[in-house]
T-cell receptor, first 119, second 111 residues
């Protein structure tokens, strides 16, 4: 139980295009999902907190117009990197917070990550 | 501001040896998590520690939590090469459900 999927796992795109990354909780409902970015050899950096049915809360320094987050259902959140540039290349990881029915209330479960490369 | 400090940040050790990774945090919290990350992969949950004195063991790894000292340890017993990875601790912020992350400990175990 408590599986989170991400799609795609890897994407290469040209500069200026937009890329959408999906994060799904497969066997539990997640009112809150988190989007992280990880640079090589560094820890996770929280980008935003996504709450179902409301606007995402972005961390300081994260451009909300560049990283569009939508959390339309209790099992799906999407991150769209708009007008991507090479500096947006990174490993993006989502997590979903369990609210019930999993081993630990409020525990976060992580997706497998999406490797974005912008040429 | 809640800070989480891990040490060491890098550890190279021989197979068969024991070692401990430390995770200190700066404010009260009742939930601490340990994760493993292999190169190019996402995070794998290792342990969830929910109360003072909690101790959990899985194979050669054992984690403990002392909420009074604001310290968690991840102990590796008789290390094997397969345990080579980066290990992160994270502390739960009750107020907004965010996790505050340590910098990670890169562990290399040489055969």
């Amino acid at each position: 139980g408590a599986v989170v999927s991400q799609h795609p796992s890897r994407v290469i795109c040209k500069s200026g295009t937009s890329v959408k990354i999906e994060c799904r909780s497969l066997d539990f409902q997640a009112t809150t999902m988190f989007w992280y970015r990880q640079f090589p050899k560094q820890s996770l950096m929280l980008m935003a907190t996504s709450n179902e049915g409301s606007k995402a809360t972005y961390e300081q320094g994260v451009e909300k117009d560049k990283f569009l987050i939508n959390h339309a259902s209790l099992t799906l959140s999407t991150l769209t990197v708009t007008s991507a540039h090479p500096e947006d290349s990174s490993f993006y990881i989502c997590s979903a917070r369990s609210v019930s029915g999993t081993r630990v209330y409020n525990e976060q479960f992580f997706g497998p990550g999406t490797r974005l490369t912008v040429l | 501001e809640l800070k989480v400090e891990q040490n060491p940040l890098f550890l190279s050790m021989q197979e068969g040896k024991n070692y401990t990774i430390y995770c200190n945090y700066s404010t009260t919290s009742d939930r601490l998590y340990w994760y493993r990350q292999d190169p190019g992969k996402s995070l794998e949950s290792l342990f969830v520690l929910l109360s003072n004195g909690a101790v959990k063991q899985e194979g050669r790894l054992m984690a403990s939590l002392d909420t009074k000292a604001r310290l968690s340890t991840l102990h590796i017993t008789a290390a094997v090469h397969d345990l080579s990875a980066t290990y992160f601790c994270a502390v739960d912020m009750d107020s907004n459900y965010q996790l505050i992350w340590g910098a990670g400990t890169k562990l290399i175990i040489k055969p």
